[in-house]
């Protein structure tokens, strides 16, 4: 059975790799990635300005993806300069959690809202959204 000794090799040294890689990254990455969720909130604006129900509805569902990536890119060793993460963030993950999934729901409640009746019940929607960034923003980034 050559193949999956080789197969358990090859995930080894992924596993290797990615523990090796440098915490600087990661915290790029999170960074990439709020700014993504920023670019989908704006195109759900130019979505609603415009009148296009299918884009919102196709942001959304980006953002609710773009949640579920969250939490791993804030492992416990990744609390120092150039982030501005609360390291509190360590100690009250449960609660940062729970602000991973207000987005995650917010970003899905609205996807089913345009799916299921356009853009007419939208506004409530992006207003509990955009206050899933702030709330957990307020309390888990440290200010300059
Ligand atoms: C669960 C908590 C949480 C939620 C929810 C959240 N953010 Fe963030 N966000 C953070 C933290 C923590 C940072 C600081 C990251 C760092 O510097 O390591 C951050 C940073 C950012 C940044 C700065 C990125 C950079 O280039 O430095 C932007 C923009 C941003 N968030 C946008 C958003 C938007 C838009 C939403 C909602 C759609 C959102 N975030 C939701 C925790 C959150």
């Known amino acids: 059975m050559k193949g999956p000794r080789w197969l358990i090799g090859l995930l080894l040294l992924c596993g ?3 523990a090796a890689r440098g915490t600087a990254d990661v915290i790029e990455e999170r960074r990439a990635l709020m700014r993504a969720l920023a670019d989908n909130i704006q195109g759900i604006w130019n979505g609603l300005a415009r009148g296009e129900g299918p884009a919102v509805e196709s942001k959304a569902k980006q ?13 416990p060793n990744s609390f120092h ?11 009250e993950f449960r609660t940062f959690e729970g602000f991973v999934d207000d987005l995650k729901q917010a970003a899905e409640a609205l996807a089913a809202s345009v799916h299921q009746q356009g853009l007419a019940e939208v506004q409530p929607h992006l207003t509990r959204l955009m206050r899933s960034c702030r709330q957990c923003h307020r309390r888990y980034i440290q200010p300059y």
């Open 16 to 18: 290797f790799l990615t």
């Open 81 to 91: 300069p150039p982030s501005r993460a609360q390291p509190a963030i360590r100690e």
């Open 63 to 75: 953002m609710a993806a773009q949640a579920g990536r969250v939490l791993p890119l804030f492992p």
